[in-house]
């Protein structure tokens, strides 16, 4: 239960940011004890990997505060994020860490299981965060753009973290996540009716 709840984790965070789980896996593979990934995924630790990731985060994280920027960004990402979610889940569901002692095989059978979990489950969140950016850019002017990443970013690292040290946490996070998706649903819904409404009335 532990490693899904950590796979899922860094999915979700890959959903928000591609890099930061990736690169937040890495680093603490090669500068600490928290988590020793599996063989298959050693590379991600690695100086070279470390570094290209902190190049594409850094690029990201300022593209995704520039409002039409963010709008080109996250077309782009529309592939990258679920891929990461993937690789995300896939290496942190199988690896062992300081709360999952014995991961024994985790879909041992079925070793794609786990990559595919982890795309939908970022492609998910990017679509959430895809869908709930225009909206925050039009309503504010493009002025909340740079507030609204900052968040995302944040949230992905304290979500990445957590996820492989607390993965108990990560259900808290599922719930906020669903609590945040029927908040949004339902703005929209009301935005919708007030802009029929108002057509409405231009046409009486």
Not at 8 to 34: H, K, V, W
Not at 47 to 74: C, Y
């Amino acid at each position: 239960m532990l490693e899904v709840l950590t796979g899922t984790g860094l999915a979700a965070s890959a959903g928000l940011n591609a890099y930061i789980p990736l690169l937040t896996m890495g680093l603490l593979a090669r500068y600490t004890a928290l988590i020793d990934l599996p063989s298959g995924w050693q590379w991600l630790g690695n100086g070279w990997v470390l570094s290209i990731l902190a190049v594409l985060l850094a690029i990201e994280v300022v593209a995704d505060k520039v409002p039409v920027v963010d709008h080109v960004n996250d077309v782009v990402q529309t592939v990258v994020r679920p891929t990461a979610g993937g690789l995300a889940f896939g290496a942190g569901a199988t690896s062992e860490t300081v709360t999952v002692s014995d991961p024994a095989s985790f879909f041992s059978s079925n070793q794609w299981v786990p990559v595919a979990t982890g795309v939908l489950i970022a492609l998910g969140v990017h679509l959430l965060k895809s869908a709930a950016r225009p909206v925050v850019n039009a309503t504010t002017g493009g002025v909340g753009a740079p507030v609204a990443s900052t968040a995302e970013d944040a949230t992905s690292v304290v979500m990445s973290v957590v996820a492989i040290v607390l993965p108990v946490l990560v259900l808290a996070f599922l719930l906020g996540l669903a609590l945040v998706v029927f908040r949004f649903r339902r703005r929209t819904d009301r935005r919708r009716e007030r802009e029929a409404a108002r057509a409405a009335g231009f046409r009486v």
